[in-house]
């Protein structure tokens, strides 16, 4: 239990920063600012609370070995040394996946049946039977990263991609993904104490990712299962552990916060929105309401929303236009746009703040941060 371990939380490129300030905030042991994810340092526990609480991580992984992988030989060689007992059996399954980059091994799928030769080699020799592969569904998931010729083993914690809540039962045609939405929330500097409009609000992400965080509640608190929990290694002392750590997790969650509403102009859409926010156990204000009929007066407000584009909607001049009007008129107002389409900045009258490049699924898209005057 409190052997050091070497965990690296991957996530979406371009959200490298926020994560790493969301573990450190969470006070994981280690942290390094790292391309494609944040590396750390720790005991289980602390993979562990990665996996429940980090909004922004899409897997959490145990680094198992690296060594120089010069050929096919080297891989398989690599491969056989880790000891596999400690992770799997013969009762169990295992997958494997690969990513190669700039190495002499080039076939991501020639790379990963090499690693599946050595690990089903290593368990058979010591227990004379195979572990069976299992590729939808397995207790055990392998990932190889390969760059200049150097193999890094992972075994990934998480299970389902951390992104998965739970709490989506139905989503629109594009949905925002959970970690990606909880980023921005991040990177939009809400201090979780200024009331907050997301008024394209879709399935509720956005909103419903806001509310969990100014209450603090884990996200990976109604996870039926993680990854790790299925290895071979994992005692009834861990599971009693994991247990007292939920426990913890569930008496910190503080059930105040503040003003958070979220419109949408489809009235369908508004009621998958409030199914999914009493699914996620918050308390949210939705209405059936267009961006262009919105009275933007009152106290200041973080306005964050993700108007449609690319796959969603072929978004016309028209329509950008008059989101960039209604922008204009959210005087003293912080306002993020997740823009697929660099016709919102140009149409903006003001300056950003911030522009971050990112990307929702496949469409590379602006993260853009304004105060309106």
């Known amino acids: 239990m409190d052997q050091i371990h070497d965990f690296f939380a991957s996530c979406i490129a371009g959200t490298e920063n926020v994560l790493c300030d969301e573990l ?6 280690s ?3 790292n391309r494609g994810g944040i590396p750390f340092r720790g005991e289980w526990r602390d993979g562990w609370r990665a996996c429940l609480e980090s909004r922004i991580a899409q897997r959490i992984q145990l680094l198992l070995a690296r060594f120089p992988c ?14 596999w007992q400690e992770y799997l059996t013969p009762q169990k399954s295992f997958a494997v996946s690969a990513v190669l980059r700039a190495s002499k091994l080039t076939h991501s799928g020639f790379a990963a049946l090499k690693v599946k030769d050595a690990i089903v080699d290593h368990i058979r020799d010591l227990e004379n039977k195979r572990p069976s592969v299992d590729r939808d569904d397995p207790d055990v ?18 299970g389902e991609s951390l992104h998965i809540r739970g709490y989506r039962t139905a989503a629109g045609e594009a949905p925002l993904r959970e970690t990606l939405a909880a980023a921005l929330l991040r990177m939009s500097g809400w201090d979780r104490k200024t009331a907050l409009l997301d008024p394209m609000c879709g399935s509720g992400t956005l909103a419903i990712e806001a509310a969990q965080w100014a209450i603090n509640k884990a996200p ?12 071979a290694n994992f005692t009834s002392e861990m599971a009693h552990a994991l247990r007292v750590l939920k426990g ?8 105040t916060s503040p003003k958070i509403q979220a419109a949408d102009i489809d009235s369908a859409m508004v009621e998958i929105a409030r199914k999914n926010a009493r699914t996620a156990g918050v308390r949210l204000s939705f209405k059936q309401r267009s961006l262009f009929e919105t009275q933007f007066d009152g106290g200041r407000q973080l306005v964050i929303f993700n108007p449609p584009y690319g796959e969603r909607l072929e978004a016309d001049q028209e329509f950008i236009r ?34 971050i490049s990112l990307k929702n699924g496949d469409i590379p898209c602006d993260f853009l941060v304004y105060e309106i005057d």
């Not at 010069?70 to 000891?83: Q, T, W």
Request: include cysteine.
């Open 248 to 255: 913890e997790l569930r008496g910190a969650i503080s059930g």
């Open 24 to 29: 450190r905030e969470l006070k994981i042991p």
């Open 70 to 83: 010069p050929d096919e030989n080297a891989l398989y060689r690599g491969i056989r040394e880790i000891a």
């Open 31 to 33: 942290v390094r600012l």
């Open 322 to 355: 008059k989101t960039a009007a209604a922008v204009s008129r959210m005087h003293g107002w912080r306002v993020c746009i997740l823009a697929g389409s660099p016709e919102y900045q140009r149409m903006i009258p003001a300056k950003p703040e911030a522009v």
């Open 141 to 158: 998931r392998v990932f190889l990263y390969m760059a200049n010729d150097k193999a890094s083993v992972y075994l990934d914690m998480s």
């Open 220 to 231: 990976g608190l109604e996870r039926r299962q993680f990854g790790f929990e299925r290895w």
